[in-house]
């Protein structure tokens, strides 16, 4: 593994795994299966300061946008569709 990130430059096993944590994080929250609150634990952050910090930094914005805008997207569904 540690050769994989020699022959990636600019990639770290640290960076790769913070990517993969808030990716993981981002499914759970679009999914609705976890609460805001706790998806910071349940993906392997230390804290919800740090979660939050890492997760402006890797998606461009606060987790909550990530909740506020598949909530929207559910609510605009017509009628009896699914996805």
């Known amino acids: 593994m540690a050769r994989r990130f020699h022959e990636e430059p600019g990639t770290t096993p640290l960076d790769w795994l913070k990517v993969e944590r808030v990716s993981r994080a981002a499914e759970l929250l ?3 299966t976890i609460s805001l609150s706790d998806v910071w634990e349940v993906s392997g952050f230390g804290s919800a300061e740090t979660f939050c910090r890492e997760f402006r930094k890797i998606m461009g914005g606060p987790p ?20």
């Open 30 to 32: 679009a999914s609705g």
């Open 64 to 83: 909550s946008d990530t909740v506020n805008v598949c909530a929207h997207s559910k609510e605009d569904r017509p009628f009896g569709s699914s996805d």
